[in-house]
């Protein structure tokens, strides 16, 4: 028999989704590559980014005490929108699409407990063209929202649900 190893997560997880061929999708991932270059390795933070949330996902909450998900919007207000978000059962639930929320109820259903804290950080997003570079606006909502995120990892939030 082969002894179980502990894997330890980090407490926090910021998690961003987007398509970097996709103009203004690629705002999430880019922001976590800033996050990348900038955080020393034990920081306490795990950056993932990914095309799109799936229900495979759910698993990345394992461990965590908080999480940050970071999308692009084209409904946030400029620069950026920061809203606490809940467990909630939806229909985005597919193989195609996904919402926070219902990844966090699916996590709630797997594990039996609450979902960890979390934050979506939606940075308003204009073009979303295959193709199309990242528009400038959206380069100067992305530095906004880069400098917000940096002071969300540094305050030390009470884990409560």
């Known amino acids: 028999m082969t002894p179980e190893v502990a894997v330890s997560v980090a407490p ?3 998690f961003a ?4 061929s996709r103009g203004d999708d690629a705002l999430g991932p880019m922001l976590v590559d800033q996050l990348r270059a ?5 920081s306490g933070v795990e950056c993932l980014d990914d095309y799109q949330l799936q229900v495979e996902h759910a698993l990345d909450l394992v461990g965590r ?5 970071v999308d692009a ?5 400029a620069p950026f929108a920061v809203t606490v978000i809940r467990a909630q059962h939806d229909t985005t639930i597919s193989t195609h699409a996904m919402s926070p929320q219902a990844l966090m109820q699916v996590y709630e259903d797997l594990q039996g407990v609450p979902a960890p804290p979390s934050t979506l950080l939606a940075i308003r997003g204009e073009q979303f063209a295959l193709g199309e570079p990242p528009t400038t606006q959206a380069l100067t ?3 906004a929202a880069v400098v917000w995120a940096l002071d969300w990892l540094h305050t030390v ?3 409560t649900n």
């Open 141 to 143: 909502n992305l530095d």
């Open 12 to 14: 926090v997880l910021v």
């Open 65 to 69: 005490q908080r999480v940050l998900f």
């Open 157 to 159: 939030e009470p884990c």
């Open 17 to 20: 989704w987007g398509n970097l």
């Open 73 to 77: 919007s084209v409904k946030a207000q």
């Open 38 to 42: 900038v955080l020393p390795a034990n």
